[in-house]
């Protein structure tokens, strides 16, 4: 009953985490913030903005929304150096032939990302032309958990929440998309979520959900 499906890009589609984590650690370095890996992972599925705000719990300091944005766009300055780095090998062959398959049995595909770097990250895996649509960091104004993001994919894709499946690695994203009316498949760190409906071990297993088997 699934008409289309919206997958989250970072952590779903690609990996994306250890350059998050490398970028992170060297604005928290230069700023004298305690910053590591159990904090990084308290940041997917979360805006750059609100991810600098958890970084800086750790700081002593106290800092202005200006100096806060220019932390923001260094931090993806560095981000940027390390994306450069990815290439279509960082497609996985299972996400590649799933995606495929979905498409080829007439399933609508988009991509729903917090993330202000979405298209880049698509066009250096060469997906960049692949979805029928993409909603990314740049055209919502509320992030995940809100379910903005979504809600505006499924417009683009024409297809009502409760006739979209979304697909999510972070909590965040499990309850914006049940916020959306959207039901959820959890994988990675979302796997074990009781509010998503299904539980990916392996990304195909999304072919079954789609053919009802
Ligand atoms: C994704 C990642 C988050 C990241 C967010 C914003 O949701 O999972 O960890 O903070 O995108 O990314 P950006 O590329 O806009 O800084
Ligand atoms: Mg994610």
Redesign the pocket.
């Known amino acids: 009953h699934y008409q289309g499906i919206i997958f989250d890009l970072?952590?779903v589609i690609c990996h994306t985490d250890a350059y998050?984590y490398l970028a992170w650690k060297k604005l928290a370095d230069r700023l004298g913030v305690y910053f590591d890996k159990q904090i990084n992972n308290r940041?997917?599925?979360?805006?750059?903005m609100e991810?600098l705000d958890i970084i800086l719990e750790n700081s002593k300091n106290v800092y202005t929304d200006a100096e806060k944005h220019e932390f923001a766009e260094e931090k993806?300055e560095y981000?940027r150096q390390l994306l450069v780095q990815m290439s279509p090998a960082d497609l996985s062959a299972d996400v590649k032939n799933t995606l495929d398959i979905l498409r080829k049995i007439g399933c609508k595909l988009a991509i729903g990302?917090?993330?202000?770097?979405a298209r880049y990250i698509l066009e250096r895996i060469g997906l960049g032309h692949y979805f029928d649509a993409v909603v990314d960091?740049n055209e919502i104004q509320h992030s995940k958990p809100d379910p903005e993001v979504f809600l505006l994919a499924a417009q683009r894709l024409g297809i009502v929440s409760s006739s979209c499946l979304v697909v999510e690695d972070?909590a965040a994203g499990i309850e914006a998309a049940v916020r959306g009316g959207f039901d959820a498949a959890g994988l990675g760190d979302a796997r074990v979520s009781p509010f998503a409906k299904y539980h990916l071990i392996q990304f195909d297993e999304l072919i079954d959900i789609i053919t009802g088997n």
């Open positions: 970072d952590g998050h940041l997917r599925g979360i805006s750059r991810s993806n981000y990302s917090s993330s202000k770097n960091g972070a």
